[in-house]
């Protein structure tokens, strides 16, 4: 009896020892797999994205289809993870990221909700790092167009024509006519134009002749339309050189249809500039005229013009450029004296 208590006894012994094993081995894995869940939550890292300066001023003529108005982020990582995240003021921290390599892009949008700008990084993130990017940013690729409008005094021009300058930032040029829409007006909408910073320049001709233009810069941006307008104000005719070749000369002038004024004023400015100047103060006359004499006024080539004064008030100047709408009856002086 002793002996088979003994064998149970022993047996006893043995089974507690091997669940005491199993127990030790099962709580082991468990802390184990504890460990590999906190590995795993170890494996992450923090992302803060900057976009970099934009240079708003290149915007040329047309800022506002230019400014930022919402950034969207996205980046794809290890094992297909993703993320998407939209900002305000172009940046952003994305916490938790999976570490290993990451491939970022962010996309500008205007205020229109037109994508103008674009960037894209590669990244590696490590566990447990916080990690700074500043990105790039390009214009987005594609065409956008430009709207041309122009006008001016349809008085001042006779046969007018209307012509347009690209000149892309590679140096490639590209014409473009006008079209006449009504008088003194002219439209024009050129399309597909590669995205990029050209630069522009607008001619007024007038029987052959230019006589208003313009040129600037414009960045032209995949999607958008950049408007372009001008009023051309002051007309620079060609005009009908005058010669003079004496030390003075006499000009005359049709008096007003109605009223009497108390004296005119006679005006002069350089050929080809838009400042007038005071010259002197005329009697009225029934024919008026006036003679200048080279002690009030240097040899030189000039444009002169003329106002009635009544009461103090004096009317709006009549030149001897802008009288009517033929160039040829335009006229300036070219004083080169005895």
Not at 20 to 40: D, K, Q, R
Not at 52 to 79: H, M, W
Not at 220 to 247: D, M, Q, R
Not at 321 to 338: K, L
Request: aromatic share 8%; hydrophobic share 40%; proline share 6%.
């Amino acid at each position: 009896m002793s002996s088979k208590r003994k064998n149970l006894s022993a047996r006893g012994r043995t089974g507690r020892c091997l669940g005491t094993m199993l127990l030790i081995a099962y709580a082991a894995l468990w802390l184990s797999g504890c460990f590999m869940v906190l590995g795993e939550l170890r494996r992450t890292g923090e992302l803060s994205i900057n976009v970099g300066v934009i240079e708003s001023e290149r915007a040329g003529v047309n800022p506002a289809s230019f400014l930022p108005d919402s950034y969207l982020f996205t980046g794809t990582g290890p094992d297909g993870k993703t993320f998407s995240i939209t900002s305000a003021d172009g940046s952003v921290t994305v916490p938790a990221l999976v570490a290993g390599v990451w491939v970022v892009q962010v996309t500008v949008f205007n205020s229109d909700g037109v994508a103008v700008l674009t960037g894209e990084s590669t990244v590696t993130v490590e566990p447990d790092s916080e990690l700074s990017l500043t990105m790039e940013l390009d214009v987005v690729e594609g065409a956008g167009s430009l709207q041309l409008d122009l006008g001016w005094n349809p008085a001042h021009t006779v046969t007018p024509y209307a012509e347009l300058q690209l000149v892309s930032a590679d140096g490639e040029s590209a014409a473009y006519a006008i079209p006449i829409q009504s008088p003194g007006s002219a439209t024009r909408l050129v399309s597909d134009i590669p995205a990029g910073v050209y630069t522009y320049s607008v001619v007024l001709l007038d029987s052959g002749q230019p006589v208003m233009g313009r040129a600037d810069t414009v960045r032209i941006l995949a999607g958008v339309t950049a408007v372009v307008s001008y009023e051309f104000s002051e007309i620079n005719k060609a005009g009908l050189a005058v010669p003079v070749s004496a030390s003075e000369f006499t000009i005359a002038w049709n008096p007003p249809f109605t009223g009497s004024p108390e004296y005119y004023r006679l005006h002069y400015r350089e050929h080809g500039s838009y400042t007038w100047h005071a010259l002197v103060d005329a009697p009225a006359q029934p024919e008026p005229s006036f003679t200048i004499t080279d002690a009030m006024l240097a040899y030189g080539t000039y444009e002169l013009a003329v106002s009635s004064v009544s009461g103090g008030t004096e009317s709006a100047l009549h030149s001897s450029m802008s009288d009517d709408a033929e160039p040829g009856s335009g006229w300036y002086v070219v004083w080169t004296g005895p």
